[in-house]
């Protein structure tokens, strides 16, 4: 790994997002870049606590150039779409969400790049990431 850290945009500011913020925040081998939530009193607290961009739709984060991991933290009926718009953007992907689920319900994501793209339940991918 380079001296670089991987920049991360996270798509949901709830309870998954909560979990791994301690991590974003602690470690120097992560930068927590971005930020996308539908909902704005989210929007709101996440913009008083960092000077990070923050976006209101998953698309506009994926295609943010200063992202290079989607952290998807968004309720579990839209990882799939999540993963398909962050692969389709070229982005590594940091999900909770089994890459075989993801897979398994997503016919396009092979065709999207799934091969070359990161895409493993949280805990395990920052640690394979990190070490």
């Known amino acids: 790994m380079t001296d670089a850290a991987l920049r991360i945009g996270t798509l949901g500011l709830g309870r998954a997002f909560t979990l791994m913020l301690p991590t974003f925040v602690s470690d120097p081998r992560v930068e927590l870049v971005a930020a996308a939530e539908p909902l704005l009193a989210p929007r709101k607290s996440f913009a008083q606590d960092f000077t990070k961009k923050i976006y209101e739709d998953a698309e506009a984060l994926c295609r943010d150039p200063n992202v290079d991991v989607v952290y998807i933290a968004s309720p579990h009926q839209f990882h799939v779409s ?4 962050a692969a389709a953007a070229g982005k590594h ?3 909770f969400a089994a890459a075989s689920f993801i897979r398994m319900h997503s016919p396009r994501f092979s065709a999207i790049g799934f091969s070359t793209k990161i895409c493993l339940p949280a805990a395990a991918a920052i640690s394979a990431w990190l070490t």
């Open 82 to 85: 999540h993963a398909e718009m």
């Open 93 to 95: 992907i940091l999900a």
